[in-house]
């Protein structure tokens, strides 16, 4: 069975960093990209970018460029996101899905992040 | 940027056919995926490709696209299908989704 498996809920202040990951099972991880989307409380969903686990080649949305890190450890099967500081307005829940091509077929169960001083 | 533009909400009574649109500029060139997201829980994956349906979702949910719009719909439409719908397409290597669309059946 193809899982994705995300980390906990986080709480941080502005200003610290974090990394939450993704871990895939059921399937060769290197084979399907993984994306990060990100969902504010009550809006829409916003890719942020993606990552190839077979060789960590990554790519952003304009939006999301240089203000994340998306990374990728083949061998633990472990996709990353990652922010150097935090700002109040990162508090979102934060998706995890593979694709195939441009399949979007499974996604993470989402991990929430809440930003507050 | 490309954009793609859905309803906030549509409306359909029990057993009716619902339809959600999504625009955007020759939106008929690309492919279209659709998602549900219910309350609480990860999007899930309900039409592929503009018209075609992954194992498991069921037959009343179809797709299309065409010109300028593509359009999600929902025939015979039950109250466990209430949930919010977004449309996504792909855009010079980069995906894009449209703003959601709430349907409430009632």
């Known amino acids: 069975e193809v899982q994705l498996v995300q980390s906990g809920a986080e709480v941080k202040k502005p200003g610290e960093s974090l990394r939450i990951s993704c871990k895939g099972s059921g399937y060769r991880f290197s084979t399907y990209w993984i994306s990060w989307v990100r969902q504010k409380p009550g809006k829409g969903l916003e890719w942020m970018g993606r990552i190839d686990p077979s060789d960590s080649y990554s790519d952003y949305s304009p939006s999301f460029e240089g203000h994340v890190t998306i990374s990728a450890d083949k061998s633990f099967s472990t996709a990353y996101l990652q922010w150097s500081s935090l700002k109040a307005s990162d508090t979102a829940m934060y998706y995890c899905a593979r694709h195939e091509a441009t399949i979007f077929d499974y996604w993470g169960q989402g991990t929430l992040i809440s930003v507050t001083s | 940027s490309y954009e793609l533009t859905q309803p906030p909400s549509v409306s359909v009574s029990p057993g009716q056919t619902a339809s959600i649109t999504c625009s955007g500029d020759?939106?008929?060139?690309?492919?279209v995926y659709w998602y549900q997201q219910k309350p609480g829980q990860s999007p899930v994956l309900v039409i592929y490709?503009?018209?075609k349906r992954p194992s498991g979702i069921p037959e009343r949910f179809s797709g299309s696209n065409s010109g300028n719009t593509a359009t999600l719909t929902i025939s015979g439409t039950q109250a466990m299908d209430e949930s919010d719908f977004y449309c996504?397409?792909?855009?010079?290597?980069?995906?894009?989704f449209g703003g959601g669309t709430k349907l409430t059946v009632l």
């Open positions: 490709q503009n018209t």
């Open positions: 020759k939106l008929g060139d690309k492919y």
């Open positions: 996504q397409a792909w855009d010079s290597n980069t995906v894009v």
